[in-house]
């Protein structure tokens, strides 16, 4: 047994991090977040530019091939940020499902420029009606030709707005097989619109009388699509989990920090055990997260068996990333309110991610599934 | 035991008079934005203005001494207004007021009659909006640590300082505040506290971003400000209670702040969480028949039902001048987790339609998306959650040798 990251790995870390507070210190987090002022571009062009993008894409599509431990590194790293996407839904999400279920060609076409960035593609699966089961999907695909035209309206679409592609999950009105079809977001037919509030970048996109050809159904034909993205969202869970454990971790330090630094009564607010209650709390939710999370890494790359700890690790750490932020605030009181002071720029991901990909219900009813119960 | 107020036949007439005088004066057109951040300035002034003539009758601060501009009124009464209100949609007072509630109790307790005349009858008529300027960079929790200055000046005060997450959006008339008069003498018996005037030259009022200023309903603050006193020249008659003797006026409000006034009215954000699921569906049922969301939406009911019988509890206590210790933090922390769990709820129950005030994927017209912000900021103001129960401790004579007594109320 040996629970440290390779010397590789913590050079990535260590690589990662400096990336982040050079490229995206808390002002430029808060400028891109701010819904008036421009978004700031150069900072993803610079991500675009390290190859991590392509950290699980194999190298014979140009990516580097990596293990999903060393996608768990990265990402947590990101989720300090927390740094906006598309980076997990595209060259995680997608790139797996392609992976998953693309045929030889598709793979070839799209993972490679998946990898530098210059695509970014979403999935878009979840609609008004909200969930992440294969019946909730109501989008039709109509039968044209070779190809369909698709109808409906996607809802809560993580990163869409970001987006260069979709990767629509559709329902054959003939055969009602749901599969996934990929569609260029600049298509006339598709609009896609912000979701104002709390919610970090989520949007609704409709989709009217697009038309797509067989090539751009994954696998070729939509039956299989489904399975194909429910594998993929198997591995790319546990990733998302590490990006959460990064953004419980930044919090937790800040907490302490502030906890030191911070005098009321004549003494710094940690001294006070209701305060030291709130960040053990905190530093508990977040070893939860963290253990649970790279153990269903560890579990993928070592090709074991891993349904039950992938459950496991979103249920704990959407929770985990979700309850800390809860934690920070009562640590922080009226500071943490202050949007200058970048503590709810975690808030406001943790409540996003609890969601996606399947709140802590559904992870819940799978697990217990997965256990046989 | 009696757990409803009971109404003489005098004082149902009195409801039927409420009923038909609410008919005629609430302004049509007024509305609810689910964040009082987006509360306009036409909507601001329909609800002052609906306050003064509340006011003029006696019924925005009816508890109150018809002498300083109060209603002369008993509790039953009161109730009564206040019902009629919410039934007409409204709170009383209509608008975000800091003076009759706490301000106005403080110069109440502890004014000379002279000022009790000056300053309570506009407060209670509704004339003037007061704020609240309590906090500041270096007082948060420990109020007393106050830093801001008021120094003799012949028949005025110069008042120097700085004030954080205080006031409210469109403005107020005046503001009360507690400041360091004596820099020599011992902690809590070094502050003085003054009623002043807003328009005061030297007064610099700036808005601060929040992830939400206010609570439940459009009667919310809508922002807090950061209020600069630069050389602010106040007369001394505004000094309520006497030199270095601040706090102990102070107490008076803060006890009220602490949920010791107690309440009657509904939580509407759970009334609309209940009547959103009911008449929502989620995959052709309604959300309310799914059984993951009744245990939660039951959660939320049950504790929700234990704030308002201990609200309750505070209210009767209040007005029968039964003697609290305890019980006004006590409410005042179950108010605020209840918020923050409910929150998560809401979360659970709605997904991210609770995330966003999206006309067509949001929820109960934003006030979803609302509580989701809410939940979170409102168990800071008026004493974190870790205070109430400071102070509860305190009050039940644990961990201090002698016990705390409550800040004296009228
Ligand atoms: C939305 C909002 C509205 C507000 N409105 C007003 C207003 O109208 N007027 C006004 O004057 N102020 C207002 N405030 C300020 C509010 O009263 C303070 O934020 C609050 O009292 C806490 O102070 P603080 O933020 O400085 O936190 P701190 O006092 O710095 O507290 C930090 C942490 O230390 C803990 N702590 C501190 N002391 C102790 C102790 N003795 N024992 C255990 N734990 C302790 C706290 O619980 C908290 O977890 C508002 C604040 C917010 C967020």
Redesign the interface.
């Known amino acids: 047994m040996d629970l440290s990251l390779t010397p590789e790995q913590e050079m990535l870390k260590t690589a990662v991090r400096r990336f982040v507070q050079q490229e995206y210190p808390k002002e430029t987090l808060l400028q891109i977040a701010s819904p008036t002022e421009p978004t700031p571009t150069e900072p993803w062009e610079r991500l675009t530019q390290t190859g991590w993008l392509g950290i699980l894409i194999p190298t014979e599509y140009g990516g580097e091939g990596g293990t999903f431990t060393d996608a768990g590194v990265l990402f947590e790293e990101l989720g300090r940020g927390p740094v906006p996407g598309p980076h997990l839904s595209s060259s995680v999400l997608a790139a797996l499902t392609l992976l998953e279920g693309g045929t030889d060609e598709q793979k070839r076409e799209w993972l490679p420029r998946m990898a530098t960035g210059e695509v970014r593609m979403v999935a878009a699966v979840t609609e ?4 992440w089961l294969e ?2 999907v109501r989008l039709t695909a109509k039968q044209n030709g070779n190809g369909y035209t698709l109808n409906g309206a996607k ?2 679409v993580y990163d869409g707005e970001t987006a260069t592609h979709l990767l629509c999950a559709a329902r054959s009105e003939q055969r009602n097989e749901v599969g996934l079809v990929i569609v260029p977001a600049n298509d006339p037919g598709i609009k896609t619109r912000h ?6 970048n ?1 949007s ?1 996109i409709a989709i009217e009388n697009v038309s797509a050809d067989s090539f751009q159904v994954l696998g070729g034909v939509l039956a299989g699509g489904w399975e194909a993205l429910e594998k993929a969202e198997q591995k790319a869970i546990p990733v998302l989990c590490a990006y959460q454990v990064g953004g419980s971790q930044a919090i937790y330090e800040l907490s302490v920090d502030y906890s030191r630094t911070r ?4 003494t710094p607010i940690g001294r ?1 055990q ?2 030291q209650d ?1 960040i053990i709390n905190l530093l508990n939710a977040l070893d939860a997260a963290r253990w649970t999370a790279y153990e269903a890494l560890w579990k993928l790359d070592i090709g074991r068996e891993s349904a039950d700890s992938v459950h496991l690790a979103k249920a704990v750490g959407s929770e985990g990333y ?1 309850e800390a ?2 934690f920070a ?2 640590v922080h ?2 500071v943490g ?4 002071y970048g503590l ?1 720029l975690h ?1 406001a991901a943790s ?2 991610l ?2 996606y990909l399947g ?3 559904f992870h819940r009813h799978r697990l217990a599934d997965a256990l046989g119960l | 035991m009696d757990f409803e107020p009971q109404y003489t036949p005098e004082q149902e007439e009195f409801r039927q008079e409420v009923k038909a005088w609410m008919k005629d004066n609430v302004p049509p057109g007024i509305v609810h934005p689910a964040d009082p951040i987006d509360l306009t300035e036409e909507q601001y002034q329909l609800r002052r203005d609906f306050g003064r003539r509340l006011g003029a009758k006696g019924w925005l601060w009816a508890t109150a001494e018809t002498e300083y501009g109060g209603g002369g009124l008993d509790v039953e009464h009161a109730i009564v207004l206040e019902e009629e209100a919410e039934a007409a949609g409204l709170t009383i007072p209509p608008f975000y007021d800091s003076g009759g509630r706490l301000g106005g109790a403080s110069i109440v307790v502890w004014g000379s009659d002279e000022q009790k005349k000056f300053f309570l009858p506009p407060i209670f008529k509704g004339e003037v909006r007061t704020w609240q300027l309590l906090s500041e960079p270096e007082a948060g929790s420990d109020l007393a640590n106050v830093k801001s200055t008021a120094v003799k000046d012949g028949d005025d005060y110069i008042i120097n300082g700085q004030k954080v997450f205080v006031g409210s959006s469109l403005g107020c008339d005046y503001m009360w505040t507690l400041t360091v008069t004596d820099t020599e003498a011992k902690r809590h018996e070094n502050l003085g506290w003054f009623m002043i005037p807003s328009d005061l030259p030297g007064i610099t009022v700036q808005p601060m971003d929040l992830l939400i200023s206010g609570g439940e309903s459009g009667a919310g603050s809508g922002v807090k400000n950061t209020v600069f006193f630069d050389n602010v020249r106040v007369p001394a008659f505004n000094l309520i209670g006497g030199h270095n003797q601040g706090w102990k006026v102070a107490t008076t409000h803060l006890e009220l702040e602490h949920g010791t006034g107690g309440k009657i009215s509904r939580n509407v954000v759970v009334d609309k969480l209940f009547d959103y699921c009911r008449t929502n569906n989620r995959r052709g049922e309604p959300i309310s028949k799914d059984s993951d969301a009744r245990e939660k939406l039951i959660d939320v009911h049950i504790e929700q039902e234990i704030v308002r019988l201990l609200q309750l509890r505070n209210y009767w206590m209040r007005h029968s001048g039964v003697t609290t210790t305890y019980e006004g933090p006590q409410a005042s922390y179950l108010r605020k987790t209840l918020g923050l769990k409910m929150s998560r709820h809401i979360l659970d129950i709605l997904g991210p339609a609770a995330l966003t005030f999206d006309p067509k994927l949001g929820a109960s017209e934003g006030h979803m998306e609302a509580h989701s912000r809410a939940g979170i900021i409102a168990i800071h103001p008026g004493g974190t959650t870790d205070i109430q129960k400071v102070i509860m401790s305190r009050r039940i004579g644990i961990g201090r040798e002698v016990r705390e007594k409550a800040g004296a109320l009228s």
């Open positions: 008004a009606d909200y969930g019946g909730d809802a809560y979701l104002p509030g709390f919610a970090w989520l609704e005098h009321q009564f004549g006070f209701r305060v709130q979700y932020c809860n605030h009562e009181a009226g309110s202050m949007t200058e709810t808030t409540r996003t609890y969601h709140d802590p219900k």
